[in-house]
């Protein structure tokens, strides 16, 4: 399932560019390296070239190890520590399969949304350490709010999926289909 995945691939896309990112921009970064920001943009953290380039990766392999671990645990998992709404309908026997790759996919567009967000995040760093004077907090806030939206449509999304069919004996709708392009009949 992972290697047919469009959100899989994406996932592990950006997790190679959030490697390259920090790579490519390594040797241009001076040694004392600004990495926290106040509100209004003036730097008030700070670490040194190397070990921004350790934690910088290091984050992203973490969050590689948390989404993909989660991902691949899910089938191994038992029911009781599953947290979705109505799970004795959409984990009974003959829907498991299909609601498991449906929570994969979830956890890797979720990882996917992070990964973006970090990217972003630390391309503003970047930025703010080799250009100082074209910091726009501007930049920070509309990264953040663009993540937090698709952030919670996402959770309100899986909420919308794992309701109750209306017809309580209604076949399963979604056999042979893409769990995110539901079809009423």
């Known amino acids: 399932m992972q290697s047919e995945s469009r959100a899989f691939r994406w996932f592990i896309i950006l997790f190679i560019l959030g490697i390259l990112e ?22 008030n ?14 984050m992203n392999v973490f969050m590689l190890l948390v989404f993909w671990g989660l ?3 899910f089938p191994k998992m038992p029911e009781s520590t599953m947290n979705i709404p109505h799970k004795e309908y959409w984990l009974a026997p003959e829907r498991r399969e299909q609601t498991i790759r449906d929570m994969q996919e979830m956890m890797y567009t979720i990882g996917s949304l992070t990964f973006g967000l970090l990217l972003f995040m630390h ?6 350490n080799l250009h100082p004077s074209e910091y726009s907090e ?13 952030l919670f449509y996402y959770i309100i999304r ?3 999926r794992y309701r109750l069919p209306k017809e309580p004996d209604h076949p399963d709708r979604r056999s042979g289909e893409h769990s995110f392009n539901i079809k009423r009949h």
Not at 29 to 38: D, E, I, Q, S, Y
Not at 123 to 128: A, G, K, L, P, V
């Open 158 to 160: 899986m909420m919308r």
């Open 123 to 128: 391309y503003i760093i970047y930025q703010e």
């Open 22 to 43: 920090v790579i490519y921009f390594y040797p241009n970064l001076p040694t004392r390296v600004a990495t926290h920001f106040a509100l209004n943009g003036e730097p």
């Open 138 to 150: 501007f930049s920070f806030w509309l990264v953040m709010g663009v993540w937090l939206v698709l």
């Open 71 to 73: 991902a691949v645990l």
């Open 45 to 58: 953290g700070w670490s040194t070239k190397t070990a921004y380039l350790f934690f910088t990766i290091g």
